[in-house]
């Protein structure tokens, strides 16, 4: 009775690595939790006071389908200050990057177009191209080119049912960025096929080193994925937003309208104060803290001599192969769960190719919680 | 560049009636709002309060997909109070009602797949049917049959290509409820085509009389849609539920996984206390106070020589025949805003069968506006 679709969506592994670590956890078990995709902070008070006091005032009733225009006003100032022009008409609010991405699947895909996509890549991507009939391409990327593509591979993965292609800078799950210089070619790859280039940069702000803010600064035709979650610490409040050129803001507003008809209005109130001075300085304080993290844990991995063949410049994961150990990676998620009570999520989730060398090390937990996940790591490599 | 179904969105002539009247009032004029689809009062006082202290508690982070196993159990209850047994596990709780349509559309429809829908009804309906690259088959309802299909019409529009059907029960913009012993008919045959039945009760709370108050206590086999917005008065906070059969559970389950992470946090546990006593109070006098003004306009129209065919027994609107004014219900709409400064939404966004004879009042203001709105439509009516 059920739709075909549902056949490719596979259930995600760390799901069940959730179930069994909560499992572990009532049987008493102190579990490391280095599986999970949300920052461990919860949001910065200023925005949650701003949330409660939008409650206080009413705040409670619908929006325009595209989000209050204040919102949209902060985010193109905020484009501003990382020195690109964006006007707020562009850019249109959504229910996280969730919502995002299914506004412009249905933008940009017909039945039967193909989409790019990354093999390692946040898996989720290939469901919203299903949900609209598209069909998601998966392009092989690997640790020689810090797990991103080259317009070379672009090229070769383009075919006349190519309509575009989607691709995260930092990505998940490696953390690397599209170099600018690649990012620039392929922009203009894609463009002279008249295709779309959907850039998912719902990790922006958390990055490292000398790195571009936006993908924007290097093109204007680009589709902008983007998101309150990660930065800005909102993930439960499901906000994110999108940045179309202009000649498509008229079909993603019909679009939202019947689809959404508006986001979260308390989140939207409560998110104006994300870019305040008090609030940045929350977020600064915490991109510094998980970079100290990723320096830490990277540092304890590489000592017990795991390869990250690429140090990520941004996100909050390692991708780390394990295959020194001589367990595929669900084998030493498992494993590692079970006998060691350490939670991170096999390489299987993000696709097939050489997924079962590869684990996703999230660390979004305390950093004493890392060093006990190290000992454990450490013990584990000795017993096994 | 964009994608096909996008010529298939007619843009919401109510969004030009919202437009215009923000025109009108910018130059100082008093609007009459009868065009809005959504409850004026706020929030009730106990959920706004539960949003806060939630928000202060730090709810700000993701919940599992389908939703908090608190709130899943307070809908069961509610049913259970209704009659109904429903396993909290069929609950999945959504963003939003938009959000059960996806969900459902996801679920239910392979491209090509035909659903059966009815004109009038809410437009957004076709969307996301085709969102999924399935085929909207509006049927026909007239007054003669409450604005209701019966089995006959189904039997009569159901082809091979047809997988289900989707009604609501009030329905926007008739506010008429299908009749117990045709929703029971239609179930059947549905189950006897081996097709599916989706049954819109987003207004579940607004009726009047003896009526059912939900279709599961007629047919367990329904798919049920529902929403926090209409009678628990939570439309921006964007919460909603669906009830599928066991077996959908975990289809459902992975297709939220996938398209949504998860509902909103703080709008989930605030909905905790949608259902305690001070809430449903305050629900309930919000209810009266519906029917109240239902009464009012409905008497008062008749009076002014409207005819409205269906008094109906839920929801917030009259679905009114203005033909005897001998204007379209397009120009009926246009000149009643222009010239009498009072807002309504004409047939045309809610399809093409007698669209133009028909305008939508939605009694979602005060009874002082409904008095003066009155008021003005008898000025009308003399003058034109």
Chains 1, 2 share one sequence.
């Not at 995709?37 to 006091?53: K, L």
């Not at 964006?86 to 959504?94: A, K, L, Q, S």
């Not at 991708?319 to 390489?347: I, K, M, N, W």
């Amino acid at each position: 009775m059920f739709a075909q679709r549902l056949d490719k969506i596979a259930p995600f592994r760390v799901m069940e690595v959730l179930a069994r670590a909560g499992e572990l956890e009532a049987a008493g078990h102190e579990v490391v939790h280095l599986e999970v995709g949300e920052p461990d902070f919860s949001t910065a008070a200023p925005i949650v006071e701003a949330g409660r006091v939008a409650l206080a005032d009413g705040k409670t009733k619908y929006t325009a389908a595209t989000g209050i225009i204040p919102l949209r006003e902060k985010i193109a100032a905020h484009y501003a200050e990382l020195g690109v022009e964006v006007c707020p008409e562009r850019i249109i609010i959504t229910s996280g990057a969730s919502g995002g991405l299914t506004l412009l699947s249905a933008l940009l895909l017909n039945p039967g177009d193909e989409i790019l996509i990354t093999d390692p890549g946040y898996p989720c991507n290939e469901v919203f191209a299903q949900l609209v009939g598209g069909v998601p391409r998966p392009m092989i990327v690997t640790a020689n080119n810090g797990f991103q593509p080259k317009v070379t591979d672009i090229r070769d993965a383009w075919t006349a049912r190519t309509k575009g292609v989607l691709l995260a800078s930092p990505a998940n799950p490696t953390g690397t960025m599209l170099h600018s210089s690649d990012l620039q070619e392929i922009a203009g790859y894609v463009a002279n096929q008249d295709g779309f280039f959907v850039l998912d940069e719902i990790y922006q702000g958390l990055v490292r080193g000398e790195v571009y803010r936006t993908g924007l600064s290097i093109s204007q035709e680009l589709f902008i994925l983007n998101s309150f979650s990660k930065y800005f610490g909102m993930t439960g409040w499901r906000l994110g937003w999108i940045v179309v050129p202009e000649q498509a803001i008229e079909y993603v507003t019909r679009l939202a309208q019947n689809l959404f008809i508006c986001p979260s209005t308390p989140a939207q109130y409560a998110a104006l104060s994300a870019f305040d001075l008090d609030s940045m300085q929350i977020h600064e304080e915490r991109a510094r803290e998980f970079d100290a993290r990723c320096e830490r844990l990277y540092e304890g991995l590489l000592a017990l001599g795991f390869q990250i063949p690429v140090r990520p410049n941004g996100a909050f994961y390692l991708y780390v192969d394990v295959s020194h150990t001589g367990l595929t990676s669900t084998e030493f998620c498992q494993r590692l769960l079970d006998e060691y009570f350490v939670a991170v999520t096999p390489g299987e989730d993000f696709g097939a190719n050489e997924n079962d060398r590869y684990v996703r090390f999230a660390y979004t937990t305390s950093m004493a919680s890392i060093d006990l996940a190290l000992d454990r790591l450490a013990q584990a490599l000795q017993a096994w």
